[in-house]
């Protein structure tokens, strides 16, 4: 735990420019060099990563103990890559910096955007399609939400199409706060609700290979997740929980009221894509009753 606090600090260090901390160069002796053999990694020389967010926590994990993941972030429409990061210029948790040669923007809807010589010239035999994805200036519009900070590097927040906005207008990025809730000990997947409505709630579905041990550990009779979904304790703590999760978020973010479903989200459900995306027009008509529950005065 030392020498792992120690290494991220030096990684972030190393993303600032700065000098590691001290004992960095003991820790990598005695610590990480016999971890990243163990892992397997000892001769690895980048890694990188794309297609599918991945955790802060993952890419903290990995680069506290001298190996970082370098993000990359782009579609099959412009070659592959749109941005990139590279060892000596990088971001735990961003998507990286547009290459030499290409452009990246946001537009005010939050759009990312692309262009260069790397975007492709249109969908074969579809000039409909094509429209849709290239403007008339050569921007290539991803259906992405993100943003872009003052050193150019670029974070991915949400699909576009995923936007909630709510009644007061406001717009926000589900996938942010269901990252958040996903992080509670006993929650498995969340889906976070709100679309034209005055403040977000949300579902949420209890993880079942840690829901009897996070049960116990509260002192909670429920051994299941039906048995926990309706048990008093449980959603006390989670509660508890929940509000941790909304100090961090502004005041039109935070989930007013939510729900434990006795059941999970699944593929066979019709509530996930095979890669484990949240279906929202499913969920939002397979548990009606228990949203406007939700918004009952």
Request: proline content about 6%.
């Amino acid at each position: 735990r030392w020498a792992r606090g120690v290494g991220l600090a030096a990684s972030y260090a190393e993303q600032r420019g700065d000098r590691p901390p001290r004992f960095h160069g003991v820790a990598r002796r005695l610590v990480f060099s016999k971890v990243r053999e163990r892992l397997g990694l000892d001769r690895a020389a980048l890694c990188a990563t794309s297609a599918a967010p991945i955790a802060l926590h993952t890419l903290e994990f990995f680069s506290s103990l001298g190996i970082p993941i370098l993000e990359i972030y782009g579609m099959s429409e412009c070659s592959g890559p749109g941005t990139v990061s590279t060892p000596d210029r990088y971001r735990l948790g961003k998507a990286g910096f547009a290459f030499p040669g290409a452009e990246i923007k946001v537009t005010d809807e939050g759009e990312i955007c692309m262009r260069g010589p790397h975007v492709f010239l249109g969908y074969f035999k579809d000039p409909e399609a094509t429209r849709e994805a290239l403007d008339a200036e050569g921007w290539l519009h991803s259906g992405d939400v993100g943003e872009i900070d003052a050193d150019g590097f670029l974070s991915i927040t949400d699909r576009l199409k995923e936007l909630i906005i709510t009644s007061g207008g406001k717009n926000i990025a589900p996938q942010l706060i269901e990252a958040k809730l996903k992080a509670i000990p006993a929650v498995a997947v969340p889906a976070v609700i709100g679309d034209r409505r005055k403040y977000l709630t949300a579902l949420l579905t209890l993880d079942p290979e840690r829901v009897e041990r996070e049960a116990e550990a509260l002192g909670s009779a429920a051994r299941d997740v039906a048995e926990a979904a309706s048990c008093p304790i449980l959603r006390r703590a989670l509660e508890a929980s929940v509000e941790r999760v909304n100090s961090t978020l502004a005041s039109y973010e935070t989930v007013k009221r939510f729900a434990i479903l006795p059941g999970q989200f699944t593929i066979e459900g019709g509530e996930l894509t095979p890669t484990m995306k949240l279906k929202r027009r499913v969920v939002s008509e397979k548990y009606g009753s228990e949203i406007e529950a939700l918004y009952a005065p």
